[in-house]
């Protein structure tokens, strides 16, 4: 069964006809914040009263965003919505993949890309490998048993010394353990053409498979370039979870999630992944799904 269209065509008078809420929605798509959404919507909407028609073009609705959040993102924003467009008459499913070390805000990402894309299927990495630990004892896949800042505790000693970095080595024999379940729920998703948005530190470049019949892939990875910034989120997530999890911990590893992020960008480069900088999160939002348009607009010119 194939699942409904992430997004409706542009709301903007002649296929689907105008309204704000549906055209604040398409905005917010774009990567713009709801209220600047919005406030373009009512602007369009006060503009088509005033002129006395039911539609507009994407050019006037260009001009009259430039009057509320400037020229340059307006023009960006309208170049999106065409990409947008582009994306509404895609049949593939979206596989959106979204890596990146622990605390660089992907989860959060991830799941505000896939709500303003329409995509009601998220999961993570981390909730496979949570999976893969209740058929799988200790003593037959350690490193699954481990955070993945920690899988280093799962090798031998004889493993260690052979590798000489001890964090990368643990990181990766986890991450080839779980990109086994991982592979297996994209194949899925792409055979039942299932749009989804996975997220999770295992997802990495060169690694992970991106080559699904039937549906197209966007990879990235989110990274916080600045340490402190990076330590900040921790002490944030912990607040909103009213410490659900160790805080202590995650700061003790920050130097191996710090060595984990490096080894992720290092990837990216080497495969011409994306890395999203999530110094702000409106921005790497916007980022994410500024990929994932220019992608579809790439498809869609390729037929």
């Not at 009512?42 to 039911?54: F, K, S």
């Not at 590893?253 to 011409?272: K, M």
Request: charged share 30%.
């Amino acid at each position: 069964m194939r699942e409904r269209r992430y997004t409706i065509p542009l709301p903007l008078g002649d296929e689907v006809p105008f309204s704000k809420g549906l055209m604040a929605r398409a905005l917010v798509v774009t990567g713009l914040d709801p209220e600047r959404a919005y406030l373009i919507a009512r602007r369009a909407d006060g503009d088509l009263t005033d002129r006395g028609v039911l539609s507009l073009d994407l050019d006037r609705l260009g001009e009259l965003a430039a009057e509320v959040i400037g020229d340059d993102d307006a023009a960006r924003t309208v170049r999106r919505l065409r990409r947008l467009d582009a994306l509404t008459r895609l049949e593939e499913p979206l596989l959106l993949l979204v890596g990146g070390a622990t605390g660089t805000g992907k989860s959060t990402i991830a799941t505000e890309a896939a709500h303003r894309l329409g995509i009601t299927r998220v999961t993570s990495t981390d909730f496979i490998r949570q999976t893969m630990r209740a058929f799988f004892a200790e003593e037959f896949m350690p490193s699954v048993h481990y955070s993945s800042f920690e899988a280093r505790l799962a090798l031998t000693r004889a493993e260690e010394e052979e590798s000489g970095d001890a964090a990368i080595l643990g990181f990766l024999d986890q991450t080839r353990n779980v990109l086994v379940g991982v592979h297996a729920a994209l194949e899925r998703a792409a055979t039942e053409h299932w749009s989804t948005v996975l997220e999770g530190v295992h997802l990495v470049p060169g690694m992970v498979g991106t080559e699904y019949p039937g549906a197209f892939v966007v990879q990235c990875v989110v990274a916080i370039e600045d340490e402190n910034l990076h330590r900040s989120h921790f002490w944030v997530r912990d607040q909103a979870t009213d410490g659900l999890r160790p805080l202590e911990k995650y700061l003790d590893s920050l130097p191996q999630i710090r060595e984990i992020q490096d080894y992720l960008i290092e990837r990216a480069r080497r495969y011409d992944v994306p890395v999203i900088v999530n110094d702000s999160l409106e921005q790497a939002i916007g980022d994410v799904l500024d990929l994932v348009l220019r992608r579809a607009d790439q498809l869609v010119a390729a037929v």
